[in-house]
Structures are given as C-alpha cells and as structure tokens.
C-alpha cells in the first residue's frame, strides 16, 4: 500500500520536524504500508512558517490549489490513499471531490477518533488564529457539538521546532495548556498542528492526568489504511450528491485548470 501524505509546510525548511514526521509514519504504519512524504512547493512562504498566510482567507485559499494538485497526482501515479495532514483540513472538500482514492483529513478524522475516547474533545494547539477556521470545519462537519474548549501552547512556531532538540520547556508547556483545556471540560485532546503531535508522539506523550492524548497523525494514517483497503476491495467511494460532493469529468477540469496555468507553474 502506498500513501500521499501531503503537509502545508515546506518539509525541507523544517528538516527536525521532517526527520521526526518521517520516524513516527513509518514506526505506526502497518507492514507493507509505504508514507510519501510532500510537502508545499519551495517558495510558497517568505519564511519557514506558514502561518504568516494561514490566518488569512484569500492566502490560505490560494494553497488550496497545492493539495487538489497533490491528489491529482496521488491518484494518476496509483496511491492507494492521500492525507491531507494539516488540522484546518486545507482543501478537503475540494480534493474529495476530484479523486475517487480515499482522501482523509487531519482535523475531521482526529476529531472524530478522539470522540471515541471521551466527549467533549478539547483541541490544545500553537496558533490561535486558527481557531476560527476549526470552527467553522466543525459546524460543516456537524461535530461542533462535541468539540469543547480549544487552548493555546504559550509557544510560537521557532519553539515549537527548536524543542525537538531541547524538549523539556515545550512539554511543560502543553501540559499547562491541556490541564486549561481539562479544567474547561475537556475529556479527551487532540493536538492541533502536526509539528506539536509530532513532538508529543517522539516523547510518549499519551495522557495529560487521566485524559488521552491522540496521536492524530498517526490515527489518520491508520483510518486512511482502512479505506485504502474498504476501497481496494469494495471500491466504497464518498457521496457524489451535491454541491461538495459532485465529481466533474476530467477533462473539463483539466481545461479550467489549463486556462489559469495551474498545473503549469506547479510543476515548473
């Protein structure tokens, strides 16, 4: 089995994280389960962080193009899944849509495993400024009723990757905003950005107290095993009704996309 795992960041700009994402994929994939891992295409940031455009609805909606090129890709080259592994779930809708191989996204599938440990689900990740998209994804998903608090690491982006060689300050620190997030109502956490469960994952860290603490990158790889397999064997496909489900043909897709040189400056 082979599976895209596509990241909104630029992998090599961020080698420990890249390394540790790379160790961790291939420690909870199951035998015979190859992880490609893709990231955004150099230059896409004036820096390393992205999120200096991922709090902004025109930038971030531009990058969708990356991940609806990306799963075109997966499925023409005989992935058997792809992953888009970044919480805002950046262009699921629109890459569903386009690709019949299963297409699985980090913040719906982590939201909806954690359930299954406890209710409500607390989110604890870096970037505040994201919350307002999570929310918005919960209430189209209808999973807003069993996500709770939503709590900030006192940690910026360059901590967040310097602590993966010097990790004590960062786990002190999520475990405060956790317990924040606990005292909140929280009976289960879901990590927010890959960098921060990563992290957490290279250091065993499964509980806060007597709270689980999900491992969404490695959750959603194995969910996206399973409907790699549903899918091998019972070709099971998403909905095909309706506005964000209908599949158009791909030749007219490939026409639109021609007409604003998509494919051409992403693969240049």
């Known amino acids: 089995m082979k599976i895209w795992h596509q990241s909104f960041t630029v992998l090599d700009d961020v080698p420990h994280y890249r390394d540790a994402l790379e160790r961790h994929?291939?420690?909870?994939?199951?035998?015979?389960?190859?992880?490609h891992l893709h990231g955004m295409k150099p230059g896409t940031y004036p820096s390393d962080y992205p999120g200096t455009h991922i709090r902004y609805a025109?930038?971030?909606?531009?990058?969708?193009?990356?991940?609806?090129?990306?799963?075109?890709r997966a499925q023409d080259e005989g992935?058997?899944?792809?992953?888009?592994?970044?919480?805002?779930?950046?262009?699921?809708?629109?890459?569903r849509s386009v690709v019949d191989i299963p297409v699985l996204a980090y913040g719906h599938t982590s939201v909806l495993m954690a359930a299954t440990l406890g209710s409500p689900v607390g989110i604890v990740n870096f970037i505040g400024a994201l919350e307002p998209q999570l929310r918005r994804n919960l209430r189209s998903y209808g999973l807003d009723q069993i996500v709770g608090p939503i709590r900030q690491v006192a940690a910026e982006f360059t901590d967040v990757?310097?602590?993966?060689?010097?990790?004590?300050?960062?786990?002190?620190?999520?475990?405060?905003?956790?317990?924040?997030?606990?005292?909140?109502?929280?009976?289960?956490?879901v990590p927010g950005e890959g960098?921060?469960?990563?992290?957490?994952?290279?250091?065993?860290?499964?509980?806060?107290?007597?709270?689980?603490?999900?491992?969404?990158?490695?959750?959603?790889l194995q969910v996206?095993?399973?409907?790699?397999?549903?899918?091998?064997?019972?070709?099971?496909?998403?909905?095909?009704?309706?506005?964000?489900?209908?599949?158009?043909?791909?030749?007219?897709?490939?026409?639109?996309?021609?007409?604003?040189?998509?494919?051409?400056?992403?693969?240049?």
Not at 25 to 34: D, I, Q
């Open 25 to 35: 994929l291939r420690t909870v994939a199951a035998p015979g389960t190859e992880v």
């Open 58 to 72: 025109y930038l971030s909606g531009l990058h969708k193009e990356q991940f609806v090129h990306a799963a075109l």
């Open 79 to 95: 992935y058997d899944a792809f992953l888009i592994a970044t919480i805002p779930d950046t262009a699921y809708e629109e890459c």
């Open 161 to 189: 990757m310097a602590a993966y060689a010097q990790p004590e300050g960062l786990l002190d620190a999520f475990r405060v905003a956790a317990r924040e997030a606990i005292a909140a109502g929280a009976s289960v956490i």
């Open 195 to 220: 960098p921060l469960n990563v992290f957490l994952a290279d250091h065993g860290v499964s509980r806060v107290d007597d709270v689980p603490v999900l491992d969404s990158l490695g959750t959603l």
């Open 224 to 268: 996206a095993e399973l409907r790699a397999r549903q899918y091998r064997t019972t070709r099971l496909l998403p909905s095909r009704r309706g506005f964000d489900h209908e599949q158009p043909p791909r030749e007219l897709l490939d026409q639109a996309r021609a007409f604003y040189g998509i494919a051409t400056a992403l693969d240049a």
